[in-house]
Each structure stands twice: as C-alpha cells, then as structure tokens.
C-alpha cells in the first residue's frame, strides 16, 4: 500500500515521495474476506478538524509534529518548495513529515472539509 508522503531535506527544502506500507493477507473474521492489514503504528494523538468552505490557500508552512491526515471529505492540493504539486482527494491520506524548513502550501477545495490528524511518533517506514 502506498502513502503520499511530504518530507524537508537538510536544506530546508520539501519534497514529495511515497512511502510503502507493508502489507500482509489475513483472515480478520470467518465470515469475512480476507484483507490486506499493515502493522500496527504507535501514534502519540489523534485530532478532528473541520475546515470551513472557502478556506482556500494556506500559504508556506510546515506542521509541528510528524502527522498522518485522512480526508474523510474535501480534497486539497498540495505544494511543496520544490513545485512539485499533487491533489489529495476524499479519502486520500498523506505523510507529513515537514517539521522544518520552507514547508509545504494547501490550497483547500470550496467546500467544508473533515479530516483526520495522527500524530506518528515515527514514520510509517519505520514500525
């Protein structure tokens, strides 16, 4: 399984890449199909945000904590200082891992938006 990731270099720049969640078939329910399950990940908190319609741009920033976020609704594109641009859409999940450097900007589509915020103590490459 794969996972968008955004990550700053030495230099302060931020990038994008993917990270590979390892996966493994397992029978999680007699009943039930078999399902394709990670390990589990230690996480420190999780938070709800609402964003509200026409949030619009988020200009440069970086996150204060090494964070996973699932879209449950909305979408927003994302960029990084490289220019780089990628759009995340509902349902999406990204790696955040600019915890320095010039950060990454979010431009919000119009309407109100849920997402889910995880704070990782370590990334999901490293179990």
Known sequence: MKCLRVYATEDGETHFDEVDIPTVARQVHPEAAIFD???????????????????????????????????????????????????????GFILFEDTHGKGHRTLHSPEEQTVIWISLPQGLDRA
């Open 37 to 91: 399950v990670s390990a589990r990940y230690a996480s420190t908190h999780i938070s709800f945000t609402r964003i509200p319609a026409g949030a619009g741009l988020v200009d440069w920033h970086t996150v204060p904590r090494r964070s996973l976020t699932v879209r449950l609704s909305g979408s927003a594109e994302y960029q990084t200082s490289d220019g780089d641009r990628r759009h995340v859409p509902t349902g």
